[in-house]
């Protein structure tokens, strides 16, 4: 049968690829070290949990509606404005399957065929696919790395021309972990107020930060950006609730109602045990969170320095999320290979360790590794990268 076109650019996840992969290598008695997945190694809190057991013995397991419990609404509208200083009506809100699907019902409501929207490199792998599925283009600027891997003021304005529609940021950032300033989002929003642009901004890992970096919106600069941002986030990453899929968008009104009118023929509502999961979440004590955000930080400042002791690797010290990005085109051609994809398949097949290759991200000379997964495990992966590039130098 033949597929729509809407599928056939479509580019498989090289993050689930990988993760896929290693869990093949690992059943078949393996001793893999995966460190691909995009997700805290960290149980969802206990309270969490029970508030979500409480609601199913309560019976709190019909549908919702389309736009997410008015009561989360309101939670997240109280995590907004004690955040970011930020404030919203429920009718600026949607509650959605997780982040990925607030982003993919966005893209469906704003984009028309050949919309154009700006997306930085290196980039979350779903952004431009998503973009594809809308029928709009993604323009892609580059986040030079003696830049930290952010986008300049100077770089978006050159990239508009009269079909963008939107430009994306994401900060923290997947894959690099950098973080966009307050006078770097100034400028970007100016750029932005000038030529009508909606600003995306993508804040999933805002409560990961590391070295005393501070989480700034750039919604919260000023009412005009307010209104010119749609903020996506959830809390997937923020309390280690991946599996629950719930996000949501914030932004303006005309915008969230196409969400929820979408989502209402789609999806109908996210799964309601979720969702009161997510008002304890909001509700509760947010210890567990800054436990979680301090062991990371206590893994990358050991990890950081371990991989860039490596020959062939070069990494810039992450300020948020939990990845490392390190260039390993120097790596890849010390062990014989041309390309980072080759290099990456080759460390799991021989040393049984997981990274996710670059070219997912729009950076064909990096390698992502996640450090949320046990300081033990990262040392032994590490230790086994290092190995491998010593055995490939004796040759």
């Known amino acids: ?20 992969k290693a869990k093949e290598l690992k059943d078949a008695g393996h001793d893999v070290i995966g460190l691909g997945a995009g997700e805290p190694d960290f149980n969802t809190p206990v309270h969490i949990m029970d508030a979500a057991k409480e609601a199913m013995d309560k019976g709190f397991t019909k549908y919702t509606p389309s736009g997410g419990l008015p009561a989360l609404k309101k939670e997240i509208i109280n995590k907004l404005e004690r955040d970011q200083e930020l404030t919203y009506k429920p009718s600026e809100v949607i ?5 990925k699907h607030a982003l993919y019902t966005l893209f469906q409501v704003i984009l028309d065929e050949g919309d154009e929207v700006i997306i930085p490199t290196p980039y979350w792998v779903s952004y431009p696919e998503q973009v594809k599925l809308a029928e709009g283009v993604p323009v892609y600027v580059e986040g030079k790395e003696e830049n930290q891997f952010k986008i300049t003021a100077e770089q978006l304005k050159a990239t508009i021309t009269p079909k963008t529609k939107a ?36 804040e999933i890992y805002e409560k990961l930060l ?33 599996g629950w899929r719930i996000g949501y968008a914030v932004g303006n009104q005309t915008i969230i109602s196409a969400m929820t009118n979408l989502a209402s023929h789609s999806t109908s509502n996210p799964t309601s045990i979720s969702q009161y999961a997510t008002i304890a979440a909001y509700q509760g004590t947010q210890d567990d969170v800054e436990v979680m955000r301090q062991a990371f930080e206590v893994r990358l400042n050991i990890i950081f320095e371990k991989l860039n002791q490596i020959p062939g690797f070069h990494c810039l010290k992450p300020q948020g999320a939990f990845y490392l990005f390190p260039k390993a085109i ?16 080759a460390l799991l097949e021989e040393e049984k360790v997981a990274l996710v290759p670059g070219s997912g991200f729009g950076a064909d000379d990096y390698v992502r590794l996640s450090y949320a997964t046990s300081l033990d495990l990262l040392e032994s992966a590490v230790e086994r990268i290092a190995n491998y590039m010593a055995k490939v130098a004796a040759k």
């Open 95 to 99: 509650v959605c399957i997780g982040a």
């Open 1 to 20: 049968m033949k597929l729509a076109k809407r599928v056939s650019t479509l580019t498989p996840s090289t993050t689930l690829e990988i993760t896929a």
């Open 330 to 345: 120097e790596a890849a051609k010390m062990a014989g290979f041309n390309d980072v994809d080759s290099f990456v398949k």
């Open 167 to 202: 430009v994306v940021l994401n900060s923290p950032s997947n894959p690099t972990g950098m973080v966009y300033t307050r006078e770097e989002l100034e400028e970007l929003g100016k750029v932005c107020l000038e030529h009508n642009i909606l600003i995306v901004s993508d």
């Open 210 to 242: 590391y070295d005393g970096n501070k989480h700034v919106s750039i919604a919260q600069l000023s009412p005009e950006l307010k209104e010119q941002t749609v903020i996506i986030n959830g809390v997937s990453k923020s309390h280690s609730m991946t």
